[in-house]
């Protein structure tokens, strides 16, 4: 597993990561969220070893990333912020050199080339020079030399950040495939790309960790947690009637829908169901709100602002 103990780091007066400490198990997709200047990827920078800690410690599997820089590195994928390569390289003259950098040589290297020319669907571009790419595809070219040496840890900066819809979700897909044994952090400032693809997040902000827990245990802290969102017709007496049922704490309009917000503890569904059957209504749309996750950022995120 990865070990973060008392992780620091100051440029100057400054302080951009605070003592963090975490630790990260195979199988978890952790999700490292926060607004811009958190420091996401200062974090991320010391634990692949390209930036020295001021203090504190990275152990990646049993191997100090300080004192074992090459075993450590050994263990891990980078794809660092935007994805930098070099872009007078073909993808194929570019991921052949860092199969050589990782130490492959001969039909070993080729075939790991090969292998993520696949899994990345590089086919159509693998001999035209890198700069010449679209954003997608030079982000498929930098995952590309993250996988290469099939590593037990992947460290992805935004890794989809700038990306149109489509190429979003399919590198959300390849992350999923991925990670089964492996260790991911992912930085992202986009929230549904916690609940699509982490198994756990930690939200930082000013350089320390705010929050840490499942997408779902983040989205319980939210006030919209277990809330009924509906929209219903020719109702107009659904608010002070909604408001009389002993489970509710509270009736908000939002969007055009109306937001039945429940007492602490208390469970929506079933009173409320009643309560329309009873009186009639039609509803358009119905759903009890897992709690948004948004809101909950906004909230961890604005109170050390
Ligand atoms: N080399 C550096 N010198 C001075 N300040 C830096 C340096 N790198 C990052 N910072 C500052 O550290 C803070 C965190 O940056 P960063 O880790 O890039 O945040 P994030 O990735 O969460 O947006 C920012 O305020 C940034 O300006
Ligand atoms: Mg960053």
Not at 19 to 46: D, R
Not at 89 to 104: E, H, N, Y
Not at 172 to 181: G, H, P, W, Y
Request: negative net charge.
């Amino acid at each position: 597993m990865i070990r973060i103990d008392n992780l620091t780091k100051s440029f100057g007066p400054f302080t951009a990561v605070n003592g963090l400490s975490f630790s990260v198990a195979p199988g978890e997709v952790l999700g490292f969220l926060g607004p811009n200047g958190a420091g996401k990827s200062t974090t991320m920078k010391m634990i692949t070893g390209f930036l020295a800690p001021t203090s504190g410690k990275v152990t990646v599997f049993d191997h100090d990333a300080t004192e074992q820089p090459l075993k450590a590195k050994e263990l891990i994928g980078y794809l660092p912020e935007g994805a930098p390569s070099y872009g007078d390289m073909t993808p194929r003259q570019f991921l052949k050199f860092i199969a050589q950098v990782r130490g492959f040589r001969g039909s070993e290297l080729n075939a790991r080339v090969q292998r993520v020319e696949k899994a990345l669907h590089l086919e159509a571009v693998f001999d035209q020079p890198i700069e010449t790419l679209s954003k997608g595809f030079k982000r498929r070219v930098g995952l590309a030399q993250a996988i290469i040496h099939d590593p037990k840890v992947l460290i992805l900066d935004e890794p989809t950040d700038g990306l149109d819809p489509n190429q979003k979700q399919e590198v959300r897909n390849l992350i999923a495939n991925l990670s089964k044994d492996k260790i991911v952090i992912v930085s992202t400032h986009i929230l549904e790309e916690v609940s699509a693809v982490c198994t756990r997040a930690i939200i930082i902000a000013g350089g320390k960790i705010l929050a840490d827990g499942t997408p779902q245990e983040l989205e319980a802290r939210s006030r919209y947690h277990g809330a009924i969102s509906m929209s219903l017709q020719g109702a107009g007496n659904a608010e002070s009637e909604l408001v009389k049922l002993p489970q509710v704490a509270s009736v908000e309009t939002d969007e055009g829908h109306l937001v039945v917000f429940p007492k602490a503890g208390q469970s929506l569904f079933a009173p409320v169901n009643e309560l329309i059957s009873k009186q009639g209504w039609q509803v358009d749309e119905l759903h009890v709100e897992r709690g948004r996750l948004d809101e909950v950022f906004r909230t961890i995120t604005g109170e050390v602002a």
